[in-house]
């Protein structure tokens, strides 16, 4: 890592030329919502932030910075959840946002295809498919705001991953500033194409520590014609697991949600969120609310699932059902889920995880982490939820009732620990989908091995040997 | 890259012992199918052919080549089309073959995932997958003889790609011994996993010249429970290229496969390949075999179909058209795919060209090429058929008739240069499927920007410092 030292100013006057008026920012109050994340958590300085109009641009930026030897920040939307896009507090790194870089180059729905500049929101994005009968299927909570050149570079999850896969497998073709400012045209829109080593793999889900994402080529997919909601009450988790492949089965792989939420997480959203309503007639303990999507249409698809239901019911595996007959009750048994989300803040504090584990070993590390969960800090409250048809739980620990906040939160290093551990025994991952940046860098160097992170390292070392790229995130 | 020289015995006897008495051949008849390629475009010769029968022998064996300094070449089932998996001819390296390794660690329905070595053969991986009621996809003409670690290595691509990708998009872990024989253990059963650089994206697809893979974690799908198979008449390739994009979205994108072929194929396969019927009543230009597969089943799903390309018809894009009624008739219309392979082989000699392009470049693609093998080579034969479906054309070109062969396939690499300059022009690529090898790793030099090729060998420099990994072949 470079030696932390103040950034020459007449450097700093050469990178603002290069941008021109437009496209940089050195105002304090104009650069806070660069250098503060959105929830308070992270918090960094930089003397400047760029915004660069054009690829060329980025590219001489990145030559100059490197030449001096100064490190950079690449940002997207700044939605993330573990400080990657957050700069050092010593104002020893240039920030750099590309929101004025968010052109759609190219619509080509015959190639099922979109060709995209880093820095346009996607929303924007989903609209611009929608416009012309396509689906991009990447949707997370904060799509009106994050951009794709970040989700690419976190290679984000969401709640379509069950159906589409993640942001990585979204992608066809990249474009890449290097850090010595070259820049690498990888813009292939292709389906197929073996001629050597994937290179964009490398710079998807690298947070921004290898490279600069300028643009990307990407999937587009046939919009469902007919989408089925259900919110459905499960003996428990492994019901629910037995149901997820049973209904994968059935449904001929059209599930693109199946979430799973506690009894005490509709509890919550019941008490704190307006709104929420309980839609199944008597308490359970455990719940899944699921998506079936078609491109086809027509009764035959509704019929499909009610009799596959019908016979999770005779097996036990499911308690009660209800399947959305309006968009408004979809939207209903939807917002249920995002309650649950807002309503965890109001019980006092939580110490979060967001884990992934083989989809047939859920059931297994639930029962464990709440037992250790409780072995550890009695009283606390887990809220095990998320999208377990991907194995991917968002184990957040609410405090005990009445339990001292910060004193609780005090405890978040040693009850990540050990429900790591649990994760580690299964093969499984401490970050499904929000990534190290800062916040799991340490973490990182516990739970991974040392050939593993031995190779990261060597890879970091040939892409980037002066270290310039977003240093102190990830590795 | 290592200089050639001979290999010391005292090593061989080493080698010989680590693996044990049936862990290795050293007899030159039984050494033959292994340096031999079987069309016999390829031929090399080893002092030894290992054939370790754990992760562990494996690591012992790489890490006594990498302290000699020994090259190895990783083979599969040996039915790669470019030569990667056979040694060079001056007896400098070691051939390892995983055959032993072949055994299906785990199957887990409910995860829809299978572990499984590197030396299973496909169809028994296929077969071991439908025998708990499971699909894997991948499926091409070699599946009774290559072997998954090939398949991984070469990114194998096949008919199933279309609706289930290259081989790269059904792996979610791998286990690698390195070149310098520490072994990585990859082998996650996880949806999502934001941990850091994607390690195993580099090995897939790399052809053995990055590290040996020894294993790998795979998705499973659930069954199709119909299927319905097609064979239509189509105006011309942009009539066909139509229809993929509004059948993908009719049918709710369960297409399977969308393969194209022109008349002179179908010509080509009734003179030469007994057994082979045009399943229309007169003949047309252009045809597209299609296959649509959907895991709920029921009348609907063909009537789906059917109203689909009545709607093509009335369109224009389609002229005559079958829907097979029965299995037999499926096979027997899949049979022509296969048998228009075959044909060509008595045609003389045939220049290939295994390329891909965004898929709405297919049409202007196949006109320009048959213009420029027209002025090229006046009276070459153009059979482009393939998997357009993935715009992945193997546009093959057929001596003209009555020329003398050898002449005609000394103008292959003036050919390929012509037509690879059309696909360059559409940012496509020279090898959709089939890899590099030492075939096409003269043309890579050529057609890869300086940028792309300086960062493959910063990589290979990486991870293998001392260039012992498969020589000589990709860079």
Chains 1, 2 share one sequence.
Not at 30 to 52: I, K, N, S
Not at 88 to 95: I, K, M, P, W
Not at 293 to 300: N, V
Not at 390 to 400: A, E, R, S
Request: aromatic share 6%; charged share 20%.
């Amino acid at each position: 890592m470079p030696e932390t030292k103040k950034i020459d100013p007449a450097l700093l006057d050469r990178l603002r030329a290069i941008v021109g008026p437009s496209g940089h920012i050195d105002d304090p109050a104009d650069m806070e919502p660069y250098v503060a994340e959105w929830r308070g958590r992270y918090r960094g300085a930089t003397p400047l932030v760029l915004r660069p109009a054009t690829t060329q641009e980025l590219s001489d930026v990145m030559r100059t910075c490197a030449e001096a030897g100064v490190p950079v920040v690449p940002q997207g939307g700044n939605t993330g959840l573990v400080g990657g896009s957050i700069p050092s507090a010593d104002n020893s790194e240039v920030l750099i946002s590309l929101s004025r870089m968010n052109k759609i180059r190219e619509m080509d729905p015959l190639n099922y295809t979109v060709t995209v500049e880093a820095g346009c929101v996607l929303q924007t994005l989903q609209q611009a498919a929608a416009d012309v009968d396509r689906l991009f299927p990447l949707s997370l909570g904060a799509e009106g705001t994050c951009q794709i050149g970040g989700n690419i570079s976190a290679n984000a999850g969401g709640t379509m991953t069950l159906r589409y896969g993640n942001t990585r497998d979204l992608v066809l073709g990249l474009e890449v500033v290097l850090p010595d400012g070259q820049i690498w045209n990888g813009m292939r829109r292709l389906r197929k194409n073996n001629t050597g080593y994937d290179l964009k793999h490398l710079f998807i889900g690298a947070e921004g520590t290898l490279g600069f994402i300028t643009a990307a080529v990407l999937k587009l997919f046939p919009r469902p014609k007919q989408v089925e909601t259900g919110f459905l009450a499960v003996r428990d988790p492994d019901a629910a697991i037995e149901l997820l492949a049973s209904l994968r089965s059935a449904s001929g792989d059209s599930l693109s949600a199946f979430e799973l939420m506690p009894r005490i997480a509709l509890d919550f959203a019941l008490k704190h969120v307006a709104g929420t309503i309980d839609p199944l007639s008597e308490p359970f303990p455990w719940y899944v609310l699921l998506e079936l999507s078609t491109g086809t249409g027509g009764d035959a698809f509704r019929e499909t699932i009610e009799a596959a239901l019908g016979e999770a019911m005779e097996a036990g595996l499911v308690q009660d059902a209800t399947l959305a007959s309006s968009e408004a009750q979809a939207k209903q048994l939807w917002f249920i889920r995002e309650a649950i989300v807002e309503a965890q803040k109001y019980e006092g504090g939580s110490i979060k995880h967001d884990i992934s584990i083989p989809v047939s070993c859920v059931g297994s590390f639930i029962a464990q982490a709440t037992e250790a969960v409780e072995r550890t800090i009695p009283g606390a409250r887990p809220v095990p939820f998320g999208h377990v048809g991907d194995g991917n739980i968002h184990f957040n620990v609410n405090q005990p009732v009445d339990a001292d906040t910060e004193a609780y939160l005090a405890q978040w290093d040693k009850l990540n620990e050990v429900v790591h551990d649990i994760v580690l025994s299964m093969d499984g991952s401490i970050s499904a989908e929000h990534g190290i940046g800062t916040f799991k860098r340490e973490e990182l160097q516990r739970v991974k091995s040392p050939v593993e992170l031995d190779l990261m390292r060597r890879i970091k070392a040939t892409l980037d040997p002066q270290g310039l790229m977003n240093p102190g995130k990830v590795l």
